[in-house]
């Protein structure tokens, strides 16, 4: 018996009003307030700001596809919501070393399937000793690559979580998102 799925995903209750500008709103308040209240060391609305932000950016990031595919906002309003999904999703991203957790995930994963083709001696060698080897140098090997773009998204968030960005990117996401409220756009005053 075959199984078919007929139904897709629907994402355009991400694309209908209002979710675009009230994502866009919320978004913009949430930058501002991380930028000017997050960073005290007596706050934590900081790790508050930044949990609702990174779920907040996840969920922008998904309805900057659907409004892409469904063309439903102009290209301008499309990229107020994937600079400002990405300023939230980013912030607690950079913390964790993506490079050092690939690595030993793809280390990890190409010991286990050379485990299962490999006899228990080559070349008179213990099997233990080569998926050790395979491990540290397909480990090694992505950790090099990956640490190229760990330091690319470092960069990236480090710019994006500068207060004066964060302010402006936020504000213009507040602007925009009134504006769809009003059937209007930034780009359109212009």
Known sequence: MRVQFSHVVDLSILTGEPAP?????VGGILSV?????????????DEVGTVFAFILGIAMLVMAYALWSEKVVSTFTLGVVIVLALTLFLKPLREIPWAGVVGAVVGGVAAFAASLFLPSKVFGVDEWIILVVIFLVVG??????????????????????????????????LVEGILLLMGSSISALF
């Open 140 to 173: 090694a090997i992505v950790h090099t690559l990956f640490h190229f773009l760990e330091d690319v998204l470092a960069i990236a968030s480090m710019v994006l979580d500068w207060k004066p960005v964060m302010i402006i990117i936020g504000l213009v996401s």
């Open 33 to 45: 307030a991380i930028a000017l209240y997050g960073h005290l060391d007596d706050s934590y609305l």
């Open 21 to 25: 500008a009230l994502a866009l709103i």
